[in-house]
């Protein structure tokens, strides 16, 4: 059962299951990398009365012990929904990539494409990317394929999360 903030403002509803903190694992792989395991910390919080999330993501490498290496990547954002179903998610990364996802939310599933994708001048080449997120059997699922670096929109990372903090009061 997905609980639902009563100060939660109901433009945000559709997106009330990502509410929390979620950790986890995932493994990522790219042609122009070499295939690695990583941990992940999400958190999906809200201000009150406001019609959005507000989010934050930090990865880090993990050793086949499952313990950390380093830091790899974090990114922050707000995500913004509608009662409709529709999404959109302003994303900023400190490697010098801003993103502009837009997508649709389905229940306790979510799917969105970049529709602006703005690098500064010695950012990494990445032009493109689409996620898929889920809520299945109380986890938090997610997929991510990007195009980068010259090559097509591909598998780059997934990852199953557990809800470790599921307290909802607003920031």
Known sequence: MIEIPDDLHFDAVPLAFL???????GVGDYPTIEAFRFGQQVTFGYIANKPFLTYTSRTWLLDDAGERVRPLAT??????????????VTLA????????WLGKVEGPRLEMRTDVVARTEDAKEYTAGHRLYGLVKGELMYAYD????????????????KRVDA???AE
């Open 19 to 25: 509410l929390g903190t979620w950790e986890g694992a």
């Open 146 to 161: 990007m195009a980068a670096m010259g090559h097509p929109l591909q598998a780059h990372v997934s990852a199953q999360l």
């Open 75 to 88: 990114e922050t954002g707000f995500w913004r929904s509608k009662l409709d179903g529709s999404v959109d």
């Open 93 to 100: 990364h400190p490697t010098g990539i801003v993103e502009i």
């Open 167 to 169: 307290e909802l009061a």
